[in-house]
């Protein structure tokens, strides 16, 4: 019997690690989670130690118990050479970017990357001297042909936000590296569990814990983690802009860490018998989906992922906007609001069209994503078929 952390984590399972990272019973009285650290001033033991900072914690913005804990199991989650804790998903796509870019740099990002990415691009990159272009996000190898002698950095998503378009990840690393630019990867829909970013070229891998590490729609919080070798521009990039998670926010944060296997799983299950009986429904066209045999992406996220979670989208047949409306209007379960991966299913209807500039988006029919919460899925199938009812009654 022991209240230490396993000596050699290593050879743990992944479950077994997720139980045990970032926390240490021993230090804590025993009780068995690092507690909330809040604070700004952290008193130093002596004039020497102060001048020379010469303690573990010397300011609320450069960490604490907490964050360490939550930086710690994420670290060794990723296999990264470290992880910065930001207070949302988007803070921590620009402090990744902030921490590889310079004035008179070039960007290439994927077609499909979060919309709020492409704005902070569009509007703070530019402005500050950085010309992004963006790439259609099956380019694969090919992305070597856009590579210029100022690109500095890729940005990568997979699968891409709303669309869901596969990436090969490792292919775009091998072109990016030999032209010696940063990969950056938006890994927010597989989490490490599923896809573990730097064993596949990944240089900064960004995750919203907001989604899937909270579980419960009742955080905001982002990760950025690295490998050894962009750790350390990381790390300044972090500390100079003091863009830290809360206190209570990254508390929940580590009680979501520890039954995220189980929650994605059940997620995955869900989300995969959602798609298949949303297949079948004659007001489908398609389903987008890289899990399925049939998605283009497939082959890829076969090969590279080592799951899928709750999200996905389908395109509909050709309706009018108010039939759209009478469906999506008289749901009982799925709610209808931005954000996902939380206990509770939700819709949205999406559109990429208006943003596009790299590839045409013309899927034929209004697209809808779905996020499959934990709820029953007969009930869930049931308020889906009521509404696809009154879809078809306002046609
Ligand atoms: C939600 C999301 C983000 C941003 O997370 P926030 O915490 O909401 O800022 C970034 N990337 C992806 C893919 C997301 O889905």
């Not at 230090?27 to 004039?47: C, D, K, M």
């Not at 964050?67 to 994420?74: G, I, P, S």
């Not at 521009?233 to 863009?243: D, P, S, V, W, Y």
């Not at 208006?354 to 779905?370: C, D, H, V």
Request: glycine content about 10%; overall charge negative.
């Amino acid at each position: 019997m022991s209240i230490t952390p396993p000596r050699d984590p290593s050879r743990l399972g992944t479950r077994t690690r997720l139980v045990h990272a970032g926390r240490d019973p021993s230090a804590q009285h025993g009780f068995v989670n690092t507690p909330i650290y809040r604070g700004s001033t952290v008193l130093f033991e002596s004039y020497d130690a102060l001048q020379h900072r010469r303690a573990e914690y010397t300011y609320g913005t450069a960490g604490t118990p907490t964050t360490r804990a939550l930086e710690a199991a994420w670290t060794e989650l990723s296999g990264a050479a470290g992880t910065v804790l930001t207070p949302s998903g988007l803070a921590a796509v620009t402090v990744g970017l902030l921490s590889c870019l310079k004035a008179g740099d070039h960007l290439l990002v994927t077609d499909s990357a979060y919309r709020p990415t492409r704005v902070f691009c569009d509007g703070v990159l530019a402005r500050f001297g950085v010309e992004t272009t963006y790439y259609d996000p099956t380019v694969g190898a090919g992305i070597a042909g856009l590579m210029r002698d100022t690109t500095a950095a890729v940005l990568t998503e997979a699968p891409g936000s709303q669309s869901f378009e596969m990436q090969d990840i490792p292919a775009i690393a091998e072109a990016a590296h030999a032209r010696g630019a940063c990969v950056l990867m938006d890994n927010t829909w597989a989490t490490p569990l599923l896809f573990p970013p730097h064993e596949r070229g990944v240089d900064i891998a960004i995750e919203a814990g907001t989604k899937y590490l909270s579980g419960g729609s009742d955080l905001l919080l982002g990760l950025t983690s690295a490998n050894a070798r962009h750790w350390p521009a990381l790390q300044r990039t972090f500390a100079m802009f003091a863009m830290c998670a809360g206190a209570e926010d990254v508390f929940l944060a580590l009680r979501g860490l520890r039954t995220l296997p189980l929650r994605l799983r059940e997620h995955e299950r869900q989300a995969l018998a959602l798609a298949a009986w949303l297949k079948a429904r004659p007001e489908v066209a398609r389903v987008l989906h890289p899990a399925l045999p049939e998605d283009p992406g497939h082959a890829i996220w076969a090969r590279d992922f080592k799951g899928s979670s709750g999200l996905f989208s389908v395109i509909l047949k050709p309706c009018s906007e108010a039939a759209l409306a009478a469906m999506l209007d008289g749901l009982e379960l799925f709610g209808m609001g931005f954000s996902w991966g939380g206990f509770e299913s939700l819709v949205i209807p999406f559109d990429c069209r208006p943003y596009r500039s790299a590839t045409a988006w013309e899927p034929g029919g209004p697209g809808l994503r779905f996020h499959v919460g934990l709820e029953d899925l007969d009930d869930l199938t049931g308020d889906l078929a009521a509404g696809f009812a009154r879809l078809r009654a306002a046609a």
